[in-house]
RNA sequence: GGGUAGAUUCCGGAGCGGUCAAACGGGGCAGACUGUAAAUCUGCUGGCUAUGCCUUCGAAGGUUCGAAUCCUUCUCUGCCCA
């Protein structure tokens, strides 16, 4: 076993605020294994690379011989984290969280070893409690502590809604690290004011306050705003290798440099060409998530599609021509069945109309046209995808 | 409870009886260029069995040849006062 002190500096490393190291290293002198809390809002069914950042960390108290507690906010997913938000966020059915948690801890432990993880539902507290208990919860908090919060203060400011079930939010994530007993929490930048709340809580309790951990939030493949699923800007852990090397090699240079340092810890080797340590850091991270080969064979692929543009060796998927032959049914079957991401007709229409679609090689402009089809045939639908006609 | 302002397409925000599928900006998508980078330029951005048709401007009714625009009721939200 590492020194406390060996400890703390890896600990610490790639973290973006602790409050703080001076208590965290005398937890770590204490010598008993610590428990280490990360609360997860199945409010989507899939992981991303956002949310291996904070993942990682975990895992890194797991190595050191540490307890990892993950919390499933089964409870609070139907409060919903007003985090960053602009708007009320809309309530999640019973069903959905329970079905989203399942996948979520499944795909978590890509990341975590499962026997070192206490996985607990917050529920299980919380559904027990009768409204007595829940007004001397509010008890324990002011009113202006909770309106501190950026995310409160500016829509207040803007003259939004804020409404009296989101301020609960801080209050209850809190409450969660009492009945944990946290040693340290972890979570985003964003999540410190939550996090610091249930530190407070524990003091009112008389327990040791857990250690706060505020981990730096990546932003998604745009650059700007925070990865989640809804914008539509992330890579998922589960994705395919191929997917996720696209994903990777289309960010923008700054931004790899970003994810080198956020997912890898490693800074970007300026001394080769910029694609190049892209290719790399993206090979390095579907190798994570997946094997050597597969990442090699994903980089391979992609190759051949982008660089060489050689599409008759590349590995396309395969699209069998349905009952609609017409080139608008076609494209936006091959959208919607291959690629997962439905399109209008209209929508097609246009892509056609400005050229995006490509019949090996050649571009098909016409929306009525009706092509001879045959088997072999490359269709590029637009810059990133085509597929083989079987 | 009283007063007042408002609800428009993904977001912000014009429009105030026909010329409105609705200006403009943002975002998004596509094309050109390129390193699936950045920057830049161009086009598009409700749906469809598509030179026309259908459904949209908080909801329901109404006036009118014609309504996002006028009237009535309802729902929701902000602000000020208590």
């Not at 948690?101 to 890509?110: L, P």
């Not at 936006?332 to 019949?359: A, C, M, N």
Request: aromatic content about 6%; proline content about 4%; charged content about 30%.
């Amino acid at each position: 076993m590492k020194s406390p002190a060996e400890q703390l500096q890896l600990l610490t490393r790639g973290t973006a605020q602790i409050i703080s190291e001076k208590e965290l290293l005398k937890k770590l002198e204490r010598g008993t294994p610590l428990r280490a809390k990360l609360g997860v809002d199945p409010t989507s069914p899939d992981l991303h690379l956002g949310h291996s950042v904070v993942l990682e960390k975990l895992r890194q108290f797991q190595e050191l011989g540490h307890q990892a507690v993950l919390i499933i906010g089964d409870f609070t997913a139907q409060i919903g984290d007003p985090t960053g938000r602009s708007k009320t966020r809309p309530p999640l059915s019973r069903e959905a969280i329970l079905s989203n948690a399942e996948t979520y801890t499944e795909q978590a432990f890509r990341i975590l070893d499962r026997e070192k993880t206490e996985v607990v539902f917050n529920g299980e507290w919380f559904n027990k409690m009768s409204f007595s208990d829940v007004i001397q919860l509010n008890a324990r908090v002011t009113m202006q502590q909770m309106l501190q919060r950026e995310d409160f203060k500016n829509r207040i400011a803007n003259d939004q809604e804020v409404r009296l079930h989101e301020i609960q939010y801080p209050i209850v994530q809190g409450w969660d690290s009492v009945e944990v007993r946290a040693d340290v929490e972890l979570g985003g930048t964003d999540q410190l004011f939550n996090i610091l709340v249930g530190r407070d809580m524990q003091k009112t309790e008389g327990m040791e306050p857990q250690v706060v951990m505020c981990l730096p939030i990546l932003e998604g493949l745009d650059g700007v705003q925070k990865m989640s699923k809804s914008l539509n800007n992330y890579v998922g852990i589960s994705e395919a290798p191929r997917e996720m090397f696209g994903k990777l090699m289309s960010i923008s240079d700054e931004l790899m440099a970003r994810y080198s340092l956020l997912l890898m810890g490693e800074e970007i080797d300026s001394t080769i060409h910029p694609m190049e340590a892209k290719k790399s850091l993206a090979a390095a991270l579907v190798t994570r998530y997946y094997t050597t080969d597969e990442a090699a064979a994903a980089r391979d692929n992609w190759e051949a599609m982008f660089s060489r543009k050689d599409l008759d060796a590349a590995d396309l998927p395969d699209f069998a021509i349905g009952e609609r032959r017409d080139l608008v049914g076609v494209v936006t079957e091959v959208y919607e069945t291959i690629f997962s991401s439905p399109k209008s007709g209209s929508d097609v229409r246009r892509l056609i109309q400005q050229g995006s679609v490509q019949l090996d090689g050649e571009k098909l402009t016409d929306p009525r046209a009706e092509p001879a089809w045959a088997r072999g045939q490359v269709l590029k639908v637009d810059k990133k995808r085509s597929v083989r006609i079987a």
